[in-house]
């Protein structure tokens, strides 16, 4: 838990009266009934002790990846490999595109490592391009983290520059660190036309928190050839770090591709919505694949949103980002009106206060 330290996500709404959380980025359709079925089923395994190998969840990850088992890692979320992958390599130089999820960037720390920051433009719309490829030759990291689609601007990498990018670390030996944690809710496949078996330093991150809305069951695996690593992974956790519910959850998410479906469809009507809406009121907003929206509009309005029951994600500390950033999940379209004309009532009088 944290201590002692100020929460630097979205997601806290035990602190404060929150009625509709947009800070946390999470599938709105819900837990799927198939998976809460699972967990229910589970219960009755509560007493004993979490399976140490995660069998039948690996072997149900195993098949809807369409890889061998033995190149996969479950974590207690995603944010656990993050940390664990770091104490592991101990890379001595890390390339992170940014702005990006900050947990790269603090579990590098832990292990000072140098951290070398690639900034994403609003100009350009915070696309990865070309320039990425000079820098990786300029600076020669042990490790490169991306992330596809980006947090928090919900941009998805071009597939041409993905592979450049993928090809000159395989010949250059550096660990090419992709985060796919919402590659599912994006309808789209991923820009690798890879596997992790055709580069040893290619590690994939993958999470059914936000894709299945399993954020408190807190659930993660990683896809990797390099056995070495995840055996060396394993080590740095203790043997029961995914719970008897979070694998019961996991083995039924592989199975729920209907819901993927449905879900992707429906974030992508609603995303639209909010896009359309938000720059309405004079708002820049960033294109987005994912189930979020990056923005930015006056620097009172999370805190304004928030005296009203509404949590949104302030990006202030986002690299290359600051004051004014937001960071907004697509929720049920009642949700995503109500945050609209909430909005609509705070410019209002904002825009009033300021002309007085």
Known sequence: MLYQTTNPH?????????????????????????VIS?????????DHYPDPYCREA??????????????????????????????????????????????????????????????????????????FLSAIETHKPDVIFLCD??????????????????????????????????????GKS????????????????????????????????????????LHRMS???????????????????????DYLQNSTAFISTEREFLSTELKKYGFYVCPSDANFILFRAHAELGDELRKKGIAIRSCENFSGLGRGWFRIAVRTHHENETLIRT???ISALFHTTQEG
Request: proline residues 5%; negative net charge.
């Open 235 to 257: 080590q740095q956790v203790q043997p029961w770090n995914v719970s008897v519910l979070a694998q019961a959850a996991a083995a039924a998410a592989m199975k729920e591709r």
């Open 38 to 46: 699972a967990m229910k089923e589970a219960l009755a395994f509560a």
């Open 10 to 34: 979205g997601g806290d709404v035990y602190g404060s009266d929150i009625a509709i959380d947009f800070s946390a980025s999470i599938n709105p359709l819900g837990i799927p009934q198939g």
């Open 58 to 131: 690996v072997s149900a990850i195993s098949e809807y990846e369409g890889i061998p088992a033995e190149d996969i890692l479950l974590g207690n979320g995603a944010a656990e490999l993050i940390y664990a992958f770091c104490d592991v390599v101990k890379p001595r130089k890390a390339l992170i595109a940014v702005p990006t999820f900050s947990e790269y960037e603090t579990a590098l720390r832990n292990i000072e490592c140098r951290i070398i920051h690639h900034y994403l433009h609003q100009e350009n719309d915070f696309a990865l391009d070309s320039n």
């Open 149 to 186: 689609p980006n947090n928090p601007t919900g941009r998805l990498i071009d597939p041409h520059l993905m592979n450049e990018i993928l090809s000159l670390c395989a010949k250059s030996g550096f660990y090419l660190f992709m985060d796919e944690c919402f590659m599912e809710l994006t």
């Open 190 to 229: 991923s820009g690798l036309n890879t596997c992790p078996g055709s580069h040893s330093g290619l590690f994939l991150l993958k999470a059914l928190t936000k894709c299945y809305a399993l954020a408190g069951i807190r659930v993660g695996y990683c896809l990797s050839s390099d056995h070495a690593l």
């Open 343 to 345: 909005i609509r009532d």
